[in-house]
């Protein structure tokens, strides 16, 4: 009879462990996408027929998620989009820039930024990181939020469809600092692509004074008293040395962008280079914040890349000076 109790004891514990060890809480299939705001921008009315424009027709072929899952044991919500199609696809972690509710992820992101991805052969899922829309504890801009975007590698496990050997991760903007410092704290990622990114907020706030004010003073811990040891540890520009020398890095930035000065992008290029980090540099004349002047294109060399490190597995360049 002991040993009965002490079987069943042990199987209790058992399942209530594999519960805790699951990270993925939720998953819920965005199935009635004519119920959101974006579904009259993306169709349009043929012969009474109300049918997908011509550009987003790929919508028939993917699946939009809203997810919740476990970060430092906080509830954090965001999006999760792959193709109907099952198979084993590679996959890419989107960091949304902005911060609280300027830049919060929207059923616009998971059909058009992560949808255009996804069609093409991915799953992409996305943080709306900690404090924000409806996830739990406190956003800290490049703190310890940034465990909300590193535990998604260990997320994507319970992903059916995902290849977890072939993760890439993509920041846009405060995401690319995210996807800076992300790539000093996992070794889970093969390729990363960055556009507008913070590399340097001591210039930022240079810059851009409210940036200070209004964010970084009210989002980040203890500010008043750490400002500049904080302001280092979100700066990659101060420590491009951490950067792991396997991992490509594609970086794009318009010119023209006045939230995030093409300045920064330049300058860390050329700590890269110092270092002998695998990277591409490519600024687009013009271009503001989003790149939206040059967006076909911008999209094109994204794909590019993952396609390239990911998909295809190609041998990382030779960052040795070489040559006749």
Not at 174 to 179: C, N, S
Not at 215 to 228: A, G, R, T
Not at 283 to 300: A, L
Request: aromatic content about 10%; hydrophobic content about 35%; charged content about 30%.
């Amino acid at each position: 009879m002991k040993l009965i109790k002490i079987f069943i004891f042990l199987l209790i514990f058992t399942n209530c462990e594999a519960q805790e060890a699951k990270l993925l809480l939720e998953q819920k299939l965005i199935s009635a996408p004519e119920n959101t705001p974006i579904y009259k921008r993306l169709t349009e009315n043929v012969d009474g027929q109300t049918t997908w424009k011509e550009n987003f027709k790929y919508l028939d072929s993917i699946d939009i998620y809203a997810i919740k899952y476990l970060s430092d044991g906080l509830k954090i919500n965001g999006l999760l989009v792959k193709p109907k199609k099952q198979g084993k696809y590679p996959c890419i972690i989107y960091n949304r820039g902005g911060n609280r509710d300027f830049g919060a992820l929207k059923i616009a992101h998971g059909a058009i930024t992560l949808g255009q991805i996804a069609q093409k052969g991915y799953v992409v899922i996305a943080s709306q990181y900690r404090g924000n829309a409806g996830s739990e504890g406190k956003e800290e801009f490049g703190g310890k939020d940034v465990n909300d975007i590193t535990v998604l590698t260990e997320v994507l496990k319970e992903v059916n469809d995902a290849d977890t050997d072939k993760i890439g991760m993509y920041g846009w903007s405060r995401g690319g600092m995210m996807t800076y410092i992300a790539l000093t704290k996992s070794n889970k990622i093969k390729a990363a692509v960055v556009g507008g990114a913070v590399s340097d907020n001591f210039r930022l706030i240079k810059d851009r004074p409210e940036m200070e004010t209004a964010v970084l003073s009210e989002l980040i811990p203890d500010y008043e008293n750490n400002k500049n040891s904080e302001l280092e540890k979100r700066s990659a520009i101060k420590w491009a040395d951490k950067f792991p020398k396997n991992v490509p890095i594609l970086m794009l930035h318009g010119n023209s962008d006045w939230r995030v000065k093409s300045e920064q992008s330049l300058t860390l290029a050329l700590e890269l280079e110092k270092n002998r980090v695998p990277y591409r540099l490519i600024i687009f004349e013009g271009g503001d914040h989003g790149i939206f002047e040059h967006k076909k294109e911008v999209n094109e060399q994204v794909l590019k890349w993952f396609d390239k490190y990911l998909k295809n597995d190609t041998t990382l360049p030779n960052m040795k000076y070489h040559g006749r």
